[in-house]
Nanobody, 125 residues
Framework: QVQLVESGGGSVQPGGSLRLSCAASGYTYSYYCMGWFRQAPGKEREGVAATDTYGTTNYADSVKGRFTISKDNAKNTLYLQMNSLKPEDTATYYC???????????????????WGQGTQVTVSS
């Protein structure tokens, strides 16, 4: 059974940084499409970033140049380094995974079969 567990959320001032982690267990495939999504109250869940078996990365325009997605295959852990955080980045952040060699529609939530429980990120002065 695949389990994704996020950690690293918290409260930070504008301009600050956080690093989110997503530990995957029970995921025995050597290939993957993994991503980060976020959902703010009253808004739809949106794709933030994704990466795949080949190391291809994709980002939402709103986070390009500020967020970096990476994966440590030895630890089976996905990361999201978030710098220059803004109040509009406030949301619950979710990790997602799908057993594919590459991501087809990385920003679509129905691309992914496995989801974490989410971690809250609050950016406020």
């Amino acid at each position: 059974q695949v389990q994704l567990v996020e950690s690293g959320g918290g409260s930070v001032q504008p301009g600050g940084s956080l690093r989110l982690s997503c530990a995957a267990s029970g995921y025995t495939y050597s290939y993957y499409c993994m991503g980060w999504f976020r959902q703010a109250p009253g808004k739809e869940r949106e794709g933030v970033a994704a990466t795949d078996t080949y190391g291809t990365t994709n980002y939402a325009d709103s986070v390009k140049g500020r967020f970096t997605i990476s994966k440590d295959n030895a630890k089976n852990t996905l990361y999201l380094q978030m710098n220059s955080l803004k109040p509009e980045d406030t949301a619950t952040y979710y990790c997602a995974a799908e057993s594919r060699w590459w991501c087809r529609n990385w920003s679509k939530h129905n691309e992914y079969a496995y989801w974490g429980q989410g971690t809250q990120v609050t950016v406020s002065s």
